[in-house]
């Protein structure tokens, strides 16, 4: 109600909140959802609600990855305990657990055993606005790769940095020490990353901005894999702009 006011401009002596991350794109996807963007004639630029969702919803992502021929870790939305049942059996373990629209990985874990993976479901569910959780198959000890972007409205875009996680896959990355650029890529690696990149931008409908997006790649194989996007500054961007 005292967003739906300040954008209503009932109080003009409100200092209007700055505020930036995956706080700013969850009060941005809420107002849009509940048509308060629209009654006031409030236009999201840059990441729009469509990107936000496509971004941030996991069964969404994984779709549209798909759409565009890119691999993601077999997975499968849970919203209960029973949903999780089926899916422990389905994906096996070790099992990474991922709740939706959660800053930092907050509620994620990796579950190597049933006790672990029933006891991180129901902090993951809590954990998530909207009570999904996503059950993933394992790629730990993957090389974890992310990549800065930019685009603009006309359709440029250019690559600020590559990153490199110390840590292998199943260390979270703000637990991580990372490095830019990233170390072990081969270029024919780095020139697929940066190519993914670009097509998933365009899907996921990224007008103007920047984005982090996070692979993991099979040392042995170099078979590639689209972890996340963040249509938003990220911890990693923080670095990118000091690398850069």
């Known amino acids: 109600p005292v967003v739906e006011r300040i954008i209503a401009r009932e109080r003009p002596d409100a200092l209007l909140p700055t505020m930036g991350g995956q706080t700013g794109l969850n009060l941005a996807i809420d107002l849009a959802r509940a048509g308060i963007l629209e009654r006031y004639g409030v236009e999201l630029i840059g990441a729009d609600a469509h990107a936000i969702d496509c971004a941030e919803s996991r069964s969404a992502f994984r779709e549209a990855m798909q759409d565009i021929g890119l691999e993601v870790p077999r997975s499968r939305i849970v919203t209960s305990a029973a949903d999780a049942r089926e899916a422990r059996e389905e994906i096996g373990l070790p099992a990474i657990l991922r709740p939706s629209y959660t800053l930092g990985g907050t509620g994620s874990g990796i579950a190597y055993n049933r006790d672990d993976y029933d006891r991180l479901i129901v902090r993951g569910l809590e954990a998530s606005p909207v009570h999904q959780v996503l059950v993933e198959e394992s790629v730990i000890g993957w090389k974890e790769i992310e990549i800065e972007v930019m685009k603009d409205a006309a ?90």
């Open 155 to 244: 359709g440029a875009f250019i690559v600020i940095c590559s990153i490199e996680n110390l840590d292998v896959m199943g260390i979270h990355t703000g637990e991580s020490i990372t490095v830019a650029p990233a170390l072990t890529c081969t270029d024919k690696e780095y020139q697929a990353i940066r190519d993914m990149s670009r097509r998933i931008i365009k899907r996921i409908g990224l007008t103007a901005g920047g984005a982090n997006l996070q692979f993991a790649v099979d040392p042995q194989t170099g078979r590639t894999l689209v972890i996340e996007v963040n249509p938003r500054v990220s911890r990693s961007s923080a670095l990118a702009s000091k690398a850069t």
